[in-house]
């Protein structure tokens, strides 16, 4: 026998004599861990409110009590964050967690599926750092955002919680295809291309038989891909409706990436949960969606990214052309649609831009008509209310996951103090302090 198998025989005994020696010690079930922590002031975002010297309980991953009226039980381990302004952990309801452009040419000839596998988890994390406990994923090749959120579940990689939308369900040669090379040339891999009834059915069926939480449609055209008007509807109605009749049936939620006005209003009718982006949105579309209470998720952050670093990124002249044509107009719209009061929840498109940036938005939001605290609700209450968590994510009350962060200053005052979280909590486990 070599050194080798004789360790390996030792190791075996000594595990199966460790678990005879628990069972005889008969030592009780671990309870869960209790906290306490001592916030400053303390955010409640269900109420707009805020609240000094607050104390919040959290047992294992949830929390049990939280106000100005708890006191500190004795034996709990107690935070201190007396000199922190405390919220809930904020949620980023359009993200891209498994990749992030460096070069176009580059990423689309010269990377794998494997290479964006190996790195997402550095992406989570740094998500997770930056103060957001839990991401809406739109859209991601290969299923690598279901290996991603269930390893995140599974306590093996550190980010934050997940809904995951597996491949962006879209028309061939639209936003989701690849588009502007040769037809010589061919992709491997998992497809989100649908056309017509039958494969849309089929399609949303596979990408939840493998563990899709909500389907992505791409109702138009898009800005960052080779195809031609931003604006273009890239779906029937008929297709539309089908995408959301099935998704239905099996318990999930649309998010429709829309750019243009037409097909922004065709996917409302349809009924989708959400409108992403919503560009060249027009008054009747506005009204249609307050009508119907479909949520808004502009990113107004990310065109000054992808203007200041296009040379760097490698998109073609045309896409840097959508760019420009779409940027502004966004924001005049995300104005208006929030003056009109239609229900907006924060997505970022993180992905497009540095994963970890995603607070950037925040100060857009603020620039373009909201109070702080309405940009901090729609990254909170109204996220969860998204996502369908309502209670579990996005407030700081018991019963919900101990998901909270904090930092110096006054995100009241300065919203922009988001951008620096300097202490964050998931599931009643500390990442960052
Ligand atoms: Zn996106």
Request: proline share 3%; hydrophobic share 40%.
């Amino acid at each position: 026998m070599n050194k080798r198998v004789i360790s390996l025989i030792a190791c075996l005994y000594l595990s199966i004599s460790l678990t005879v020696m628990s069972k005889q010690t008969g030592e009780p079930k671990q309870q869960p861990k209790r906290i306490a922590i001592k916030a400053g002031r303390l955010l409640d975002t269900k109420s707009g409110a805020v609240t000094n010297n607050a104390v919040i309980l959290i047992e294992g991953d949830k929390i049990t009590a939280a106000g100005p009226n708890v006191t500190v039980p004795a034996e709990v381990e107690v935070i201190d964050l007396k000199d922190k302004t405390v919220a809930p952990g904020l949620i980023d309801c359009h993200t891209h967690m498994t990749f992030q452009p460096g070069n176009y040419y580059e990423d689309i000839f010269r990377k794998s599926p494997i290479d964006v596998a190996v790195i997402a988890h550095v992406y989570a994390r740094r998500t997770l750092e930056a103060g957001f406990t839990t991401v809406r994923d739109v859209g991601a090749g290969e299923f690598i955002d279901v290996a991603l959120r269930n390893a995140i579940n599974r306590g093996d990689v550190v980010g934050p919680r997940m809904q995951v939308a597996t491949l962006a369900v879209g028309a061939t040669g639209g936003h989701v295809d690849i588009n502007g090379f040769s037809p010589y040339l061919k992709f491997g891999g998992f497809s989100g291309l649908a056309d017509g009834v039958d494969e849309i059915r089929k399609l949303i069926r596979f990408e939840i038989k493998y563990g899709a939480d909500l389907i992505k449609m791409h109702a138009t055209a898009g800005v960052l891909s080779e195809e031609e008007s931003v604006g273009a509807p890239q779906f029937s109605q008929e297709e539309m409706n089908t995408v959301v009749e099935e998704a239905k049936m099996w318990g999930k939620r649309v998010a429709a990436h829309a750019h243009g006005t037409e097909g922004i209003k065709r996917a409302v009718r349809a009924g989708v949960t959400s409108i992403e982006h919503g560009s060249l949105i027009d008054d009747e579309g506005i009204k249609m969606m307050k009508e119907r209470g479909t949520y808004l998720v502009a990113d107004i952050y990310n065109d000054d990214y992808i203007l200041a670093e296009y040379t760097k990124l490698g998109y073609p002249d045309k896409i840097i052309e959508k760019e420009r044509l779409v940027g502004r107009t966004q924001r005049e719209n995300f104005q208006k649609a929030a003056k009109a009061g239609v229900k907006l929840a924060y997505g970022t498109d993180a992905g497009v831009y540095p994963h970890g940036w995603n607070a950037k938005q925040f100060a857009h939001m603020v620039k373009w008509g909201l109070t702080p605290m309405q940009a901090i609700q729609a990254a909170t209450v109204n996220a969860a209310d998204l996502l369908g968590w309502n209670d579990k994510v996005g407030v700081i009350a018991p019963g919900a996951f101990a998901d909270i962060i904090a930092v110096d200053g006054d995100p009241l005052k300065d919203v922009t103090e988001l951008e620096r979280v300097k202490f964050v909590m998931k599931g009643g486990m500390i990442y960052k302090k």
